[in-house]
């Protein structure tokens, strides 16, 4: 049935290509412009152009096609649309433009011909001249770029080659040529050697960092210990790690040897209500303990809490990296259609393959646990431990997942990222191996962290309004991992950070250790090349991309920085009564039991035993246990909806955002997995791309009236077009987040952005109004009328209404404010 | 086939209300209230399975837009006081019974009180606070099965399947006075009042709205604003007595050069005498789309020269395009199989100029087989691990999706290729509705209004004879009819499909689609009830019933989508792979209390709803103020800065 449309189709879709090959053609003359307005980066070279390419544009993006140039340069396939606003060149250099893609991100290269495509390797020759050129990247992408006649074939050719050439970095140290394509010129090094780094997130790389968290959770009976200085009790934790306060570093260090890799029980997080949340790798067995290693250790667990642990295994129900790496492989294999093996599974296969790669299991496993830990943590006043054989896989997402849920600061931009540095990076998350950019250990690969982005995207979707950031955000963070160009990911921990940047320069010691300055804070340091954080997001994304990266209108107000263990205000509800303080208990596959050897050396002599202060294990705490986790199931998801039934009653921020697990309710991440499917556009028209939401066109209509107004009365000082031009940049966001049905957000909005909008001129003031139109009027009355009284009815959305329209003219006149303003929407929304 | 005698006599007689007979069951069984008790879920289940019904079921809707009129009280039933629902006008009291188990299958037994009156089932639990409430009207009743018996312990037991997706049961104790009649069985009485020789409560229902919905559609007016009479078409009053077609409307658009006594000869070739006419004509392009049921081909291969004719005055009322589509529903293996029915399709020979194409959507009863699939995949319980290859073998995604398929194709050909089609399937009342419907939706912005959707439905399903009465069964016991078929919810379905890939194309939400599905089983309203316009006509169902669309029009913002944008002229062609098409949770598996939604959408929509209309206002204000300065001050700058027309953009 749709093989027979196809053809019909076919031809459709070129009609409108002759319309356009003319238009494009004038335009292109008419400006003639130099370069075709690549703007390189220092040191970048083109390789090969071709000019008359059109470039496919996905669902996300618009559909339909547009027009532009085609680079290749050694670091990236450029494509610069012919009516793209001249670059400026005094700008900082953006690594990728928004139609841009990195060769290292590109997984496949394929031409389509008259009725045939080819896979082209480095070493492939072309017998026909391409019309279309796919490029499959490893981040799910798949870019399609239309070659027209009027493209002189020589260049069709020679850039197909030229990509085929360059893209590929099979060998070890073509990931180097690659940074140093992108990054190595001085020019480069020197740009980043300057770049400050964002001071809003949390790197937890210092001391301070960590006592600034420990303060944000309201943490105390902590503290921070550097006994990992030198990363010599532990190769793969981070230098500094939390653990009680009552254990001392000679006591502490002492347990190392128990545990896998010396990874021993750290703290990460507590829960509002005052539980503790740990990680810890498995036991090491037989090994020599001596008398006082039980007490350390039970001091080690049970933290600051008298009352009971819970060891939650995470190893036996949750995917290996091995299931993990074969599921995505699988899923990539089915979403991206590949066309040059023409392997595609038919459509009424879709449900059932796409159930067959377990993918969608895996999420679901992943959040069940979360879940499970998260109404753990609801009970109050516990210690809960995860336990995974080397603490670097699952238990990042697990530990990540609960804080995702539990903790709204962790659901905005900034917290999200100081939470994978906390629970990936710092923790030893082996980006490095499991990424496998040298592609040369397979066995190693999996990833996890893509799995657990996808877990945060199910949250997203079922909760949009509750988080901060958005859809576009973790779809940044997606692409970002596929790069070989960021710190974050380059290692598979903090040690190999480290040295790294210390073969790049930085003053290392043997006897002294390692220089205790400035620290990691690498904006001093110089290093070759200096690989940037991830999180630099103006490298990669322009400033239009990045304001897509949080809501326009923040959700419920941040409750930061006090979220104190004291919020207890209904302990009853949670606690439990019916527990033995000191008692351990073990969670897994959603029971719990007291076994007698959890701790393995224990079994080995009841002397040591009884040396400990703690009580002998009993199931008597197991029913409490067990009724906090029913309410993870049936009964409690409606109780945790209820909750954000939006403008009626406070809700309880720390609610844990329980996700429905339903068959039904887990989707398939579409806006990533199958961006680039074919299939997806093969009925599209093609139509003008990026248009902004109507809704927002009209508050954008609202706002240019406006400015002719103030311009009619206030005369030429005005300058409404600085304005106009930087509007485009919220209405995109808008127009993502309507399609989600993100629009409106309960409850009312941060003081800190009543406060900006309040003190900005009336006219941008408006401007906030109309683009945030989603607050309740309730809020946002309050602060107009503390600004100037105002009886008009219309009056909380616009700031005067045609009564008092002779007034913007006045007050207006602040214009070089003014023209900040729109950007300030970014700062605004975190 | 022929079921239209039984609704003939529905209205003819009056039900005898009889008095409510409150002490109907005694009500005294220690051994058995301890059971219940012992299945009881935790309490706080039945605070969401309430809510739940509150939200999404039919039944609160109905009695919520009852109560709306006379006071503000909106949820009257959420109010653990209340013993009653309140009742809608002409509704009274049949039975009533107290210790009744109610046997929900995601929180457990569930004790108290039923009440049955002519229009609906109300279960009030006792045993819980809050309590559990379950309104059922009693047209989403399908069949009344007796379980078990006398063998368990002297219960009995009642299954309730209903058309809407979800099965109850409910038990109560053996009646001590063996002549006393169950509740159930009086529900059985009132639940299939066609059967029963009752009258169907829409004709009952008296309630008045501001608004009248059978006014709504008005074939001439209908016809006008597509620019019907012109040139090439015509409207004919031949069928005024539906003499050539029962089952056609009185009102037809046909070819100009067509005379009416070729028209009876086409009649006589087409199957049920359902000839081809127009149903919507390219404002530009002058490509129309037009329905019929099939040729009588037979076995033989009978041609008709009228017929021949008549498809090539088709062709030629449109000049853009020598050529013309026909597009045969069907799959082509069922298409020749009706050939020794007397049927068939057409031959390419015979029709010159024209192109036969396959659509290849199965018929009603494989229809009613997948979603009966797709009830056992989704209730009670959701198996999560082998939901997706579970979903996968109901087939019914890959049905709507050669649905949606087989429209974007009619509605391809006539926008963008220009050229006219002919549509039908074998009779040409289910399928082809659908296609012409879907495709109609596709090129009409008008369509995709509130009202332009309440007249395509008006025009494409009831006047031109899909057979509700018989696809649904209203008020007929016999659930085995295997002319019923889920043929117009498959449509919503598709619907809905173009709703998710274009959310700001529709003025309807999401809600209006389930209402609409709602009350085409709830005969709360007469605009679903009998089979063709003619029937209609003669049981007066526009005098002696409300239509579901005074109800909705009377309060339009609960059922508006504030992202909606008149994207007039715009064009909508979705994608159709089953890998961007979605099951309608909210709709097929809304019973699940687990299944709520996550937002508060609907609440968040409507304070955007009227933010627009603010900004909207602004703008006409502003824009009047800035043609009122140009104009006094200079002539300098052109007043309103000019909207281009925004394209639409699927979101996959």
Known sequence: MLTGSKTTFKVRQMLPDIKERMLSQSGVNARSRDVFGLRCLPGECVLQRAVMVRKKLTAREGRGWLSGTLFCTHFRVAFVPQDSPKPDDNADPVLLGDHDVALASIDKVVVVGPNRTKLVTPNSSLKFTPEELVLYCRDMRVICFLFDRLTPDAQVIEITYTIAKTYQPLKPGSVLSFQNAALGSVEMKQFLSNRRRDTHMNWFESTSDWEQELERCGASGWRVSSVNDRFEMSTSL????????????????????????????????????????????????????????????????????????VVVELGEELPSPADIQLAHSRLRALCLGDISTSVSVPDDKWLSTLESTHWLDYTRLCLRKASEVACLLRGGHLTVALQEAEDRDVSCVVSSLVQVMCDPHCRTQRGFQGLVQKEWVMAGHRFYSRINYHRDNDKEEAPVFLLFLDCVWQLWSQYPSRFQLTEDFLLAVHDSVHLPLFSSFLANCQRERCKRSQNHGQSYTPVNGWRDGPHPD?????????????????????????????????????????????????????????????????????????????????????????????????????????????????????QGLTSNSGSQGPLDPFEPLLPVLMGPCMGLWKECYLRGALHAQAFSHPISANHPHPVERLAAEVQQLKDKLAQASAGPDVKPPIKTAERPLTDANLNQNTNNGTFLFPGSRPHGTCVSRVTAPPTSTNHQHASSRGRPPTTAAPSRSSHRDNSSKHTFLFGHSSSTEARPDQRYHPAPNNAKLPKSNGSVAS | MEKSGSIDSLGSKRSSSRQPSVDSLSSTSTSRSDRSAQAKPPSAMSSDSMSTSAEFSPELRVSSLHVKPKTAVKQVLRDSEKEEPQLLPNETVQDMAQDI?????????????????????????????????????????????????????????????????????????????????????????????????????AFDYGQVFPENG??????????????????????????????????????????????????????????????????????????????????????????????EKYLQA?????????????????????????????????????????????????????????????????????????????????????????????????????????????????????????????????????????????VLLEKEWLSFGHRFQLRIGHGD?????????????????????????????????????????????????????????????????????????????????????????????????????????????????????RMRPQEPVHQRYKELLAKRAELQKRVDELQREVTNRSASSSSERAGSPTRSITPVQTFV
Request: proline share 6%; aromatic share 12%.
């Open chain 1, 238 to 309: 981070p230098r500094f790690i939390v653990v009680p306060q009552k254990v001392l570093d000679t006591e502490l260090k002492k347990s190392f040897s128990h545990f896998n890799e010396g990874r021993i029980p750290r703290w990460c997080w507590r829960h509002p209500r005052g539980s503790d949340l740990l990680r810890m790798a498995s036991f090491q067995n037989n090994i020599y303990h001596e008398k006082d290693d039980i007490r350390n250790l039970e001091m080690i667990l049970f933290g600051c809490q008298s009352s009971l642990c």
């Open chain 1, 522 to 638: 690498s904006s001093s340091d110089p290093c070759d090349p200096p690989l940037p954080p991830v999180w630099d997001w103006a490298l990669q994304y322009s400033k239009r991309r990045q304001d897509r990266f949080t809501q326009p209108v923040p959700p419920s107000p941040p409750l930061q920085p006090l979220l104190n263990g004291n919020l207890n205000t209904n302990p009853d509800a949670h606690k439990l009564t019916d527990t033995i303080p000191g008692s351990v208990f073990l969670f897994s596959r959603g029971t719990f039991s007291c076994p007698a050897n959890l701790l393995p050396w224990r079994s080995t002599s009841s002397g040591i035993y009884k040396k400990s202060h703690r009580r002998a294990p009993s199931s008597e705490g197991v029913p409490g246990l067990e009724r906090l986790l029913k309410a993870w199931a049936l009964t409690d998801i409606p």
């Open chain 2, 101 to 201: 188990t109610y046997f929900c299958p995601f929180t457990g037994a569930v004790r108290g009180t039923v009440m049955v009156t002519n229009y609906r089932l109300f279960f009030k639990s006792t045993d819980r606070e809050p309590a559990f409430v379950l309104d059922l009207p009693l047209g989403v009743v399908s069949r009344v099965e007796k379980i078990g018996g006398a063998s368990s312990r002297g219960d009995v037991s009642y299954g309730l399947v209903c058309k809407d997706m979800r099965n109850l049961r409910f038990a109560h104790k053996q009646m001590e006075d063996t002549l006393r009649k169950s509740i159930f069985e009086v529900l059985i009485k009132f639940a299939f009042p066609v059967s029963n020789g009752l009258q169907i409560f």
């Open chain 2, 214 to 307: 059978w006014k709504v559609y008005d074939a001439i007016s209908e016809y006008k604003r597509q620019g019907i009479p012109n040139e090439s078409w015509r409207i004919t009053k031949i069928n005024d007595h539906y003499e050539l077609c029962d089952t056609y409307p009185s009102t037809l658009a046909v070819p100009v050069n067509i005379p009416d006594e070729e028209l009876r000869r086409v009649a006589a070739f087409r199957a049920k005498g359902r000839i081809p006419v127009l149903s919507w004509i390219h404002p530009e392009s002058q490509a129309t789309v037009t329905r019929c049921s099939q040729p009588m081909v037979g076995v033989n291969g009978k041609r008709s020269k009228e017929d």
């Open chain 2, 314 to 454: 088709i062709m030629d009322a449109n000049a853009q395009s020598h050529k013309l589509f026909i597009f045969d529903v069907r799959p082509c293996v069922n298409a020749a199989a009706n050939k020794k029915n007397g049927g068939g399709y057409e031959s390419e020979d015979a029709y010159q100029n024209a192109e036969l194409v396959f659509l290849d959507i199965h018929n009603i009863h494989v229809m009613r087989e997948s979603l009966r699939k797709l009830k056992d995949v989704v209730y009670p319980n959701i198996e999560d691990s082998h939901w997706l290859s579970n979903l996968e073998s109901t087939h019914w995604l890959e049905h709507i999706k050669l649905i949606l398929a087989g429209a974007l194709r009619i509605a391809d050909k006539v926008e963008s290729g220009k050229t006219s089609v002919v549509v039908h399937c074998s009779d040409g009342w289910d399928r082809t509705a659908q296609l012409t419907s879907l495709a109609m939706l596709m090129l009409d912005s008008y369509y995709r209004t509130i009202r332009g959707f309440e």
């Open chain 2, 477 to 593: 016991k016999n659930h085995t009819d295997a002319d019923r078929s889920p043929v117009f919810i498959q449509f919503v379905d598709c619907v809905w499909q173009l709703t998710r890939q274009f959310p700001a194309a529709f003025e309807f939400n999401e809600y209006f689609l389930v209402t609409i599905l709602d009350h085409l089983y709830s005969c709360l309203f007469g605009t679903f009830l009998c089979n063709s316009e003619q029937q209609r006509l003669k049981e007066e169902i526009p005098k002696r019933t409300v239509s579901l669309w005074s109800y909705i029009n009377s309060q339009l913002e609960d059922f508006t989508n504030p992202l909606y944008v008149n994207y007039s002229n715009h064009v909508l062609f979705p994608v159709v792979s089953l890998r961007h098409l979605e099951l309608w949770v909210g709709y097929y598996i809304r019973w699940n209390p």
